[in-house]
């Protein structure tokens, strides 16, 4: 079959195509009772369990106190009847390691006793510890590839769900996992514990503001994901998708995103229902997801939640990640999560809105009507400010990856360079803060549309500024640095981790104050000052693409580590080490693995990028055009024969063949580098992998690329841009 056929009728089967489109009842099914029908959480806790043991484990999860191993047996077998009466067969602990993704192992309640009599079994032991074999998970040479015990442990604080399937459901328990020697195998464990820490230095503060009722300060996170859908048939003919995520190839469409029409616009019905489908099952699981709508790239999307605790948020975001992966092709889609899949286009985020707030209830980042009064904000914002200006580089190496660096610095992310936002009215209290107090608040006022029926619109004190990796935006922080693919749990445990020892160092500093008897006030006053002298180089409100303000961030010393190579040292620098060491967040072996695993990640992710490219280009390309080459030569020869002026073609036909030597050359340069073996370390090898196999990469496609725009379109392999993009 020629790779005409083979494109010819995939569009021909999406032209044909008739999605079952399914309409979910509400009347049925209210929206109030579909939500978090299929979770064991606190209302059915309530409800199923001894008192003693629902207010021990209530505890636990509210106020962080340990958990009472005795309870684990009437928590098990609760949980195993709850899972039963929802059709559940089998459980599994879900754990996040340092593939990024989610494991499970599934294990059936189904026992045996001597008789052969079946029964259904489940636990205290079985919920509080797994054992899934660890030898072939990353672990930056923690464990050797024979040792291969580990272990994962119920997080109580994020609750069990039923998960459906067509046939049967499992019940899915939250977990850590570690090895055998007690390393930390995943990235849950680090967020629980820079969640503990950050409360324990928050709540320092909050006693000396008088607050005595908050016992718990939590970080709240509400992570907005951007993704994109293409129809599956192009999906499956593109083997760069497939292995990749991205497209290793493709000529720009005619027309991208220039017309601004996608964004925002209504959404194609087959996308609503897919959508519709996708929320009614995060509902089910308790996932508060709130906003839905078209993005700025033809065919990418975005779904946001409500925030949430950072430990769920996290579980919560792997989770839709996994439910909007495996509707798609339900809908006859494929979704597609990674960072840059279209070149040229706009790519995709995650922007992580990041907040701190009281088991009380209250928003420790709300600055209020008055945010030049409130003493207890102003010292909060500043230590995360603090924290920023202390740790950029953190920030950065958090969110590098090979798949980010396609994103991070172009015209739909923020650069490199971590800055802060603040917006005129908090810039304004800074700027009278550094002049000796603040005595105002800007007000933002309303805004007059002048046409009589409408109501006038209050305006925001301060806009917002999509340039900026890290953005004040109202009541939290948005790091809107954070890639697509990658999970919410490492930027989450770094910025909680950085900005607690800002807060343990604020704390200090008045409670030495407080020990002298100096006046609180005053000595908020001074605090806020040297912060504000130490960490403004960091602030910025402009335009983060200009080329002024990289020369700019320059100046002020501000780092701008652009690509993931120049970020992964930052990982094992002493000053990291300290850190995490200090609060117990980290061991340093357990940082050392994962500046390896990064590394080794980043190899891994070049390589295999490396090696679909040449299949694509050696099977499918090439092939492609030395045909279409053949039919040109064949054209010119008989137009010469029949005595016709065929100098044009000739012309052309010169130019396809220096194209297609070109493009073999490239091909043997990308081999080359692909089969390099270099010497030294991890990150040598990482060097390596950009600066030869990723720009031999590059190389190809633009080659290929032109190669596209000279092959006749029924010759052509590959599903265009244009087809996939806009063929929905």
Known sequence: MSSHNIRSQAIQAIANSKHVLERLDFHETPLKELFGCNVFNEEVQRERLPKPIFKALQKTIKQGISLDPTIADSVASAMKDWAIEKGATHYTHIFQPMTGLTAEKHDSFLNVDSSGKAMVEFSGKELVKGEPDASSFPSGGIRATFEARGYTGWDPTSPAYILESPNGATLVIPTVFLSWTGDILDKKAPLLKSMEVLSTQALRILKLFGNKDAKKVFTT??????????????????????????????????????????????????????????????????????????????????????????????????????????????????????????????????????????????????????????????????????????????????VSGAANDHRLGANEAPPAIISIFLGDQLQDIIDQLEKGGAKSTKQGGEMEIGVTVLPKLPRDAGD???????????????????????????????????????????????????????????????????????????????????????????????????????????????????????????????????????????????????????????GMILPAAIRYQGEIATSVNATKAAGVDNSAQLEFLKTLTATITDFQKAIVHLEKAVGDHPEGDDLAHATHARDHVLANIVKLRIVSDKLETMVADDHWPLPTYREMLFIK
């Open 221 to 398: 996170v509400g992570p907005e994901q951007e993704y994109f859908l293409i129809d599956r048939s192009f999906y499956l003919a593109r083997p760069d998708l497939l292995h990749t995520g991205r497209t290793l190839v493709g000529a720009a469409s005619p027309k991208g995103q220039e017309m601004e029409d996608q964004y925002f616009g209504h959404i194609p019905e087959r996308v609503i229902a897919y959508m519709a489908d996708c929320e009614a099952q995060l509902f089910k699981l308790g996932v508060p997801v709130k906003t839905r709508h078209n993005e700025v790239a033809p065919s990418q999307y975005e779904i946001a939640p409500i925030f949430e605790d950072s430990n769920l948020a996290t579980d919560h975001q792997n989770l839709l990640m996994e439910i909007l992966r495996k509707t798609a092709s339900k809908y006859g889609m494929a979704c597609l999560f990674h960072e840059k899949p279209f070149a040229g286009i706009n790519g995709s985020g995650k922007h992580n809105n990041w907040s701190m707030s009281t088991d009380t209830g209250e928003n420790l980042l709300n600055p209020g009507d008055t945010p030049h009064e409130n003493a207890q904000f102003l010292i909060f914002c500043a230590g995360v400010i603090r924290a920023v200006a202390k740790y950029p580089e953190l920030l950065r190496v958090v």
């Open 464 to 618: 917002r500024n999509r340039t900026s990796p890290f953005a004040f935006t109202g009541n939290k922080f948005e790091f809107r640095a954070v890639g697509s693919s990658q999970s919410v749990s490492g930027p989450n445990s770094v910025l909680n981790t950085i900005v607690a020892e800002s807060l343990d160092f604020i704390a200090t500093e008045l409670e030495k104050s407080a020990k002298a008897g100096k006046d609180f006030h005053k000595s908020i006053q001074e605090v806020l000052l040297g912060i504000i002298k130490e960490s403004k180089k960091v602030l910025f409100n402009g335009d983060g693409y200009s080329e002024e303000w990289h020369k700019e961030a320059e100046k002020r010393g501000l780092p701008n580590l652009r690509t993931t190579i120049e970020a992964l040292p930052v990982i094992i620098r002493k000053d990291s080490i300290d850190l995490f060491t200090k609060y117990k967040v980290y061991t340093e072996k357990e940082l050392q693995s994962r500046y390896v695993i990064l590394c080794e990640s980043y190899v891994k992710t070049i390589k295999i990028e490396g090696r679909t490219a040449l299949l694509m280009a050696k």
